[in-house]
């Protein structure tokens, strides 16, 4: 059985008509406000116009605000991510495409972008910001990225675990900042296992300092998209070796919970579609059944993050469609989590 988890309500936080929004990730600041950044004001999946945007919530995500751009390079702006130092900091993360370039409708847009604009643009980013997002600093290159971004470990240092090339090659990727952000530094790689393919990684670090990451494989069959897991004990600088977990979907957000429980939340792309979460009592070494979050009737969907509201409660964020024949649109889950969930795995 799943652990006990009770839905309270479920909500469109920003919808923009006629306009495809993806790929969002939640924080909540110190300061009590919750915060969501994401790719919008897109035509489709893959399209040229892709912008960084963000929408605010001082009530606990009961109302929204109306989404502002906080990045808007030539290039496609794609899965955004998002932490909060411990000094207050707010770290955005994303990387740009010119994939829509393949696509004949875009063929006379891709032209008027010149080779210097490319090599300007084109990778892997994070930007800063010491105004809880008002404003934010000239962005900065990350070899890797990932869905939702770098993390700030226990220790105060910022580590990213991403997809990225380095040394001539293609793979996962460790960086670490020591300095808020405003530079990066390649500390470690994780080997992948051979002809398995893994990407769009997350981390979490257990209350004991070992960093639990999942992985999303490669495959193009859906039904065989198992999350491989690994771990490190160093601090990020080395990892075991990727192996595939029974968990269902792609990709992963984790958080710590404050009785150092793990919270695991992720899309699934096959019926029923929809966020799934699941518990980890025991650093990563066990998860708990699927808890059923939402389901919706298409596979464009999914992405999920998590972020635990002042009263205990969970506040999980995705995108998907609302109504039919319309293009997706951000959506949360407000739910919650039985104190003793994960005490059955």
């Avoid at 897109?42 to 605010?56: A, E, N, Y």
Wanted: charge should be negative; proline fraction near 6%.
């Amino acid at each position: 059985m799943p652990p006990a988890a009770e839905i309270l309500s479920k909500q469109i936080i920003c919808k923009q008509p006629g306009r495809y929004i993806g790929w969002p990730t939640i924080v909540r600041t110190r300061a009590g406000e919750l915060i969501i950044v994401f790719s919008g004001d897109r035509d489709s999946h893959i399209c040229p116009w892709g912008k960084t945007q963000l929408v605010r919530s001082s009530d606990e995500g009961k109302t929204w605000s109306e989404p502002v751009v906080i990045r808007n390079t030539p290039l496609d702006d794609r899965d955004a991510g998002l932490v909060e130092t411990s000094a207050g900091t707010l770290i955005a993360s994303w990387f740009t495409s010119v994939e829509f370039e393949n696509n004949p409708s875009y063929e006379a847009h891709a032209a008027t972008l010149s080779q210097e604009v490319r090599q300007r643009w084109l990778g892997h980013w994070t930007q800063r910001s010491t105004d809880a997002g008002k404003t934010w600093e000239e962005p900065v290159r990350s070899v890797g990225s990932t869905p939702h971004g770098p993390i700030e470990l226990d220790d105060g240092r910022l580590l990213y675990l991403g997809s990225g090339t380095f040394d001539g090659a293609h793979g996962l990727t460790v960086e670490e900042s020591m300095d808020q952000g405003r530079s990066w530094q390649i500390i470690g790689t994780v080997a992948q296992p051979e002809g398995i393919g893994l990407g769009e990684p997350y981390m979490v670090e257990a209350r004991s300092g070992k960093l639990i990451g999942l992985f999303r494989y490669g495959t193009s069959k859906l039904e065989e998209k198992f999350m491989f897991q690994a771990e490190s004990h160093d601090g990020g600088r080395t990892w075991t070796e990727p192996l595939k977990t029974s968990i269902l979907g792609y990709p992963a957000h984790m958080i710590r919970l404050p009785d150092d429980r793990i919270l695991l939340v992720y899309g699934v792309r096959v019926p029923p579609f929809g966020a799934r979460a699941r518990v980890s009592i025991d650093e990563g070494a066990s998860w708990s059944d699927e808890i059923v979050l939402c389901t919706d009737t298409s596979p464009d969907l999914g992405y999920p993050a998590s972020a635990q509201l002042g009263d205990g409660s969970i506040l999980t964020v995705y995108y998907q469609i609302d109504q039919p024949g319309e293009p997706t649109c951000l959506m949360s889950t407000h739910w919650r989590l039985d104190a003793a969930a994960g005490l059955d795995v």
